[in-house]
């Protein structure tokens, strides 16, 4: 049988990726007792097909006495790996180190660490760890927030270079530990409307069979446990403060984007969002703080 003109074989195709990674310390949005916005904080971009390193870093930073940190540093990067058989690695990361807000909530340091790795063949969808994640020191009123985290809440890759989005088991693992934040009525308006969201878009996610021309996420987080403390309520990884607010603790966000790429056979990017401290303020001060904030996602091609 004669070969089919312009047909090419897998030994013809050289796949490349494109990589893309973000990266911050702080950055919100404070009404009282100052009204100010606060801008990204050592903010850093990977969106390159060769790859490379950025950092960024930011020290004594302090806006009013109301919310200071002593150093605040962000970097990413992304690399082809050099181990046989692998393919295209991103990395990135976010510390930041002294933070105080008000005096209420205070930690020595805070990690937010997200790589992935796209494979050569079936590698559309990565595989994520979270391995540097970790908070040092965290205090709320002084007292020690001791809390397990666990890095492996997204599970392994799924088979046949599924989305994660399409696993049951981890859906069925964000259904249960978000249970409890979802059915708790005591939260403010605005952030109980936002949970309601959340638990709508698993739903939804739930009886999608594939992924078209709109964005699809689910949100989790990566804390497994946290220890009773006398001035805070905690649910999940969610602590109500007193004359304070609201803060959520390493919350992560898995989703599908599509992707304007003629070049990729499957144009949608698969991202991971890590935030280590959201602050929903509302009392002593108002307003709101993401702390520790990154980004890693990319996609293969063809």
């Keep these: ?18 990589f893309h990674a973000e990266a911050h310390a702080l950055s919100g949005r404070m009404e009282l007792p100052v009204n100010q916005e606060i801008q990204k904080q050592a903010a850093v971009s990977l969106n390159d097909w060769r790859g490379g390193h950025s950092f960024q870093r930011t020290d004594n930073s302090s806006l009013e006495g109301v919310i200071a940190f002593k150093s605040g540093y962000t970097h990413v990067s992304g690399n082809p790996s050099k181990k046989q058989g692998h393919g295209w690695v991103t990395l990135a990361t976010s510390v930041l180190e002294g933070l105080n807000v008000l005096d209420v909530i205070t930690a020595d340091r805070m990690t937010a660490q997200v790589s992935t790795e796209h494979a050569i063949l079936e590698g559309y969808v990565p595989q994520v760890t979270f391995l540097g994640t970790q908070f040092e020191n965290l205090r709320v009123g002084g007292y020690p927030v001791h809390l397990e985290l666990d890095l492996n809440v997204c599970g392994e890759k799924p088979p046949g270079d599924r989305s994660y989005l399409t696993e049951l088991s981890f859906l069925d693992r964000v259904n249960q530990q978000r249970s409890a934040v979802w059915e708790n009525s005591d939260l403010p308006t605005k952030v109980r409307a936002e949970y309601y969201e959340e638990r ?82 509302g009392c002593i001060g108002e307003g709101m703080l993401a702390g520790g904030k990154v980004t890693a996602n990319g996609h293969n091609k063809p």
């Design 1 to 18: 049988m004669a070969a089919v003109p312009n047909q090419r074989s897998m030994s013809d195709v050289h796949p490349e990726h494109d």
């Design 200 to 281: 709508q878009n698993l739903a939804a996610v739930r009886k999608q069979t594939g992924f078209g021309k709109e964005v699809r996420s689910i949100k989790c987080s990566l804390v497994k446990s946290i220890e009773p403390i006398p001035v805070a309520k905690i649910c999940g990884n969610v602590l109500q403060i007193p004359g304070f607010g609201v803060v959520s603790l390493a919350d992560l966000e898995v989703g599908v984007k599509p992707i304007y790429d003629p070049q990729s056979s499957r144009p949608e990017s698969h991202y991971f969002t890590l935030t280590m401290i959201t602050m929903h303020m």
